[in-house]
């Protein structure tokens, strides 16, 4: 399983996979003991450890609480886009994928499961997956490639009208940048454009 992934993407450093991870869903255990806590291609993408999928899964679940199905995370990009299955949505027998992006405050239906993700998506459309050519950029520029626990996220997010440009991107901490990309969504949610959302209180 995940052999034409393996083949494209290659491993920033050794990785043994994650072993602990009996209390998620059997095909992101299967992917974990595979690759659990790997980066490939200089960051671009990573499979995140069995702690960091429970943790960002429920971090998800907090900032969409509205959403209908069950979310497990398993992978993030270099701009801390998170990629998960979603328990409600069936596709060839497994769970559908879906991509929560803190830059827009949005969660996208992906039309492929775990499986076909790996296999297909990341390499037939990786442009459109992961925003290759961006991250190029970024790193022609002299940006750093983060790390496991790290992201390239946005100063200004998207739906708070920053620029999809390089001078609004920054070399964060994946955790601090979720956590304040949360308490953005979940205060903007529902605001008219050009409205001020008022003091966010980032010790709560």
């Known amino acids: 399983m995940f052999e034409r992934f393996s083949s494209r993407y ?21 992917l974990l003991e595979a690759f659990g806590g790997g980066s490939f291609n200089g960051g671009i993408y990573r499979v995140v450890s069995a702690r960091m999928a429970v943790d ?5 679940a907090r900032t969409f609480p509205r959403f209908p199905g069950k979310i497990t995370c398993f992978g993030v990009d ?8 979603d328990q409600h ?3 060839n027998g497994l769970p559908g994928v879906v991509m929560i992006e803190p830059g827009t405050g949005e969660m996208l239906q992906i ?8 296999e297909n998506e990341l390499i037939e459309y990786r442009e459109e997956a992961l925003a290759e050519k961006f991250y190029f950029r970024w790193i022609e520029a002299g ?6 626990t ?8 998207l739906f708070l009208g920053g620029v999809d440009e390089l001078e609004n991107l920054e070399l964060s901490d994946l955790d601090v940048y ?7 969504i979940l205060r903007a949610r529902g605001v008219p454009l050009g409205s001020s959302i008022g003091k966010i209180d980032l010790d709560t």
């Not at 960002?56 to 998800?60: A, N, Q, R």
């Not at 940006?143 to 496991?148: N, V, Y």
């Not at 979720?178 to 953005?184: G, I, M, N, Q, R």
Request: one cysteine or more; hydrophobic letters at 40%; charged letters at 20%.
């Open 78 to 85: 270099w701009l801390g886009r998170l990629f998960a299955q």
């Open 56 to 60: 960002l899964s429920e971090l998800v």
């Open 10 to 30: 290659r491993l920033d450093d050794p990785v043994a996979g994650d072993t602990s991870v009996a209390s998620l869903p059997p095909e992101v255990k299967t």
């Open 111 to 118: 039309p492929c499961n775990i499986l076909s993700f790996h």
């Open 150 to 157: 790290q992201c390239v996220g946005y100063k200004r997010p």
């Open 178 to 184: 979720w956590e304040v990309a949360s308490l953005l």
């Open 89 to 91: 949505r069936s596709l």
């Open 143 to 148: 940006g750093r490639a983060p790390s496991i």
